[in-house]
């Protein structure tokens, strides 16, 4: 089973601030089918970016994604007010579980 | 676009069953897959199992093997998952969503069906 860390566990910053949160997984993430998504209190989650780097639709392009192998990375340029929330990696690529990291918060400073 | 519609909230007692539907409209997922994801009050989210629909067959999380089900109704568009020997710590919401056919994450979830474990 693929086990997925995420930092910082919460992320303190700014409307207009750069945002950059980690995902590292135990071992090679398999075609880079790493997603993130993000969760709203009382909501389901929302895919924001699969593949590693592709957005989904009507996702804007404040929301980037990147790496490969067992580090990635979501970069959101310019915060929202909005975007204040959780964001959860998930690696989908070899053979089940498809696991979550444990998730990172993004609060307003 | 499609919508994922979960059945409603349930109290159940420890030891019992639950079973949980997640309603596709529009006749039909669109997917391959369809997963079932539950998130204990202010916790995570935590993969339990996926079934694949062309095969009907399912996969489960080692956590829940022996006491998770997850099955489907193609003719009506319609997943469940049902968990036994329920305890406290079930307590959650869960979540079913589809895989898109070009993202193969998860991109539809339903609303979530809050099941409480309490005697």
């Known amino acids: 089973e693929i086990v997925l860390t995420q930092s910082p566990g919460t992320l303190s910053l700014s409307p207009g601030d750069r945002a950059t949160l980690s995902c590292r997984a135990s071992q090679s993430v398999s075609s880079n089918y790493l997603a993130w998504y993000q969760q709203k209190p009382g909501q389901a989650p929302r895919l924001l970016i699969y593949?590693?780097?592709d957005r989904a639709i009507d996702i804007p392009d404040r929301f980037s994604g990147s790496g490969s192998g067992t580090d990635f990375t979501l970069t959101i340029s310019r915060l929202e007010p909005e975007d204040f929330a959780v964001y959860y990696c998930q690696q989908y690529g070899s053979s089940p579980p498809f696991t979550f990291g444990p998730g990172t918060k993004v609060d307003v400073k | 676009q499609v919508q994922l519609v979960q059945s409603g909230a349930e109290v159940k007692k420890p030891g019992s069953s639950v079973k949980v539907s997640c309603k596709a409209s529009g006749g039909t997922f669109g997917s391959n897959t369809v997963t079932w994801v539950r998130q204990a009050p202010g916790q995570g989210l935590e993969w339990m199992g996926r079934?694949?629909?062309?095969?009907?067959?399912?996969n489960y999380a080692q956590k829940f093997q022996g006491r998770v089900t997850i099955t489907a109704d193609e003719s009506t568009s319609t997943a469940y998952m049902e968990l036994s020997s329920l305890k406290s710590e079930d307590t959650a919401v869960y979540y079913c969503a589809r895989d898109g056919l070009k993202t193969s994450a998860l991109d539809y979830w339903g609303q979530g069906t809050l099941v409480t474990v309490s005697s």
């Open positions: 593949g590693a780097s």
């Open positions: 079934i694949i629909l062309i095969f009907g067959s399912a």
